[in-house]
């Protein structure tokens, strides 16, 4: 059944239970979500490959995803890939030969799954991007994510204001430095790393052309920041090799950007083990985040990390979810951002989530009021 691309919009709602009822069992027997769903649609099959389950978000993004898709009664093949390309490949490969009616994938390389698109479009079968766009081929159908470069500029107002320069509604507090910061920035791989980058460097930059910000490393280019594969010990490495390369000579460090909450964890390991802190009030340099990992709300709810960048993947999820029974509909998802993702082939039509960003006085009222987390989850450190 390859409904989306080869049914009009207005046929397919029609003819989408008669051609379900006549194509039975396609794809029977492949595991998980084909239990209970209780109506005609068992027989859409939907494959979602998700990057690793080394982040915990990408295990909530895959379970929100898969468990949305279910409701609707689809099945679903639900894949991770260990960050390993290959097994990403692999994973979408199978998918396309079981037969799946569309594919969710959060790339691991935004670059390195144009054959297994080419394979998709071959077979009709329609692609969305998810939260990480897929670069170089033209056969992306659609685009759910945050607004990534707002991330970026949320990440560099939550380190100005961790550092007092600042005030909680991000006006300038009066302070005026100068303050000494080093920067990261994530996967080189992954489309997202440079928009967060980009976003915090649209702040952080008039403030270094000034001097209000000092980057006592001389380390301020992308390409000399990133974190291949956005690896908690890279970042802590190269945090150490910091301390021990730039601020040996007594050079006070105030904060760092960091853009994601893995990676913070790397880099207050690397502070702590140079003697630093323990917290924010004993001198602990200010340190942003991004993900709001249950991990990080605790050394946040502790006073240790400054900040981090919630992005509910409950709505993610929703959005993906809705854009694939769009297709499976023979329909076109809604777009609310049709500019700014171009994939180096077509820019991809999109759908963009808001970020906020949370610091301690906000654990309560953004993560814990709205459910994402439990007061003793966020205790224990630990989701349950
Ligand atoms: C995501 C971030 C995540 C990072 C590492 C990025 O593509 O947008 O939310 O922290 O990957 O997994």
Redo the contacts with the bound molecule.
Sequence with gaps: MRLAKTMSAVAAGAALTLTLAACGGEGAGSGSGDEGAGNGDQDVKIGVAM??QT?E??IQDGNNVKKGLEDLGYSVDLQFANDDIPTQTQQIDSMITEGVDALVI?SIDGTALTSQLDAAAAANIPVIAY??LIRDSENVDFYT??D?EA?GVAQANALLRGLGYLDENDEPTGEKGPYNIELFA??PD????GF?FDGAMSVLQPLIDDGTIVVPSGQTDFGQVTTQR?ELETAQKRMEDLLTSTYQGGEKLDGVLA????LSRGIINALKGAGMGPTLEDGLPVVTG??AEIANIKLIDEGVQSSTIF?DTRLLAEQAVKATQSFVEGEEPEANDTDTYDNGVKVVPSYLLEVETVFKDDIQPVLIDSGYFTADEVKAGQAE
């Design positions: 990057p690793t982040y978000r990408w959060a939260d990480r994510t945050f990534n991330v994530g996967s992954d489309n997202n790393a967060f956005w853009p994601a909450d893995v991004q993900d992005k």
